[in-house]
């Protein structure tokens, strides 16, 4: 399989700068060391971009956005725009994901616009995509995750400049995840969609991550699956060993 697994931690609003500088030059340090079968990102929160991205320049540790903005400046206080990231020294942005969804009602036409914000400044958009309890429990994961996906991913996408983070929302921080075979089953569909919009050599090389609960004891088991190439985590990618753990499950 020509898919290089990629490994990325999304911090959200967790880490002061020495607190941030710490757990990425552990992580980098790790990198030295050894040299897992995985990228490796780690997604600070946009204050501690800059100190991470001094820190552990020249190392194989990436660093990402947890967010931008559709434009690429402007009025609009408080935001973060994509080539400011790209700026500091960032590689990646992550963009939809559920938190944001829910807390700033990001549709799936504004996701599609970062992500667009995030190529045209040469980043790489993790495009989060996944259904709550009440959408599985009625029957329509396939039918949710489909159309967040048709809608989110924008027309330039290619494999290069875009990654998809298949994130349950009811997995997110609760420990709890779907079995393996529906895991299996959602990734399995987006590879399917991504073949109609990438063609399917593109769609082939397409990273698609899982992102929800993940954690040492169940990194392996998740990240052996065919269609899963990478996982997007929370609260383990804030221990330095929990993290590499991960890593090293690939
Ligand atoms: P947890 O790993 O804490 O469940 O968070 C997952 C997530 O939302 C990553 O973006």
Partial sequence: MSRR?????????????AEGVALAEGIAAKLRAQAPAADLLVCPPATVVD?????????RLAVGGQDCHADKSGA?????AAPMLKDLGASYVIVGHSER??????????????????HAAGLIAIICIGET?????????LEVVGGQFEGSLPNGATPDNTVI???????IGTGRTPTTPEVAEVHGAIRALAAKRLG????ARLRILYGGS??????KELLALEDVDGGLIGGASLKVDDFWAIAQSC
């Fill in 200 to 203: 399917t050599a593109g769609s």
């Fill in 51 to 59: 100190s991470v991205a001094r820190a552990v320049a020249g190392s």
């Fill in 214 to 219: 993940m954690k040492p004891s169940n990194a």
């Fill in 5 to 17: 697994p990629l490994i990325a931690g999304n911090w959200k609003m967790n880490c002061l700068k």
């Fill in 101 to 118: 969804r829910a807390d700033h009602g990001e549709s799936d036409a504004v996701v599609r616009a970062k992500a667009t914000a995030a």
């Fill in 165 to 171: 983070a298949y994130e349950p929302v009811w997995a």
């Fill in 76 to 80: 609009h206080t408080g935001d973060i």
């Fill in 133 to 141: 309890e009440v959408e599985r429990d009625g029957g329509r994961t």
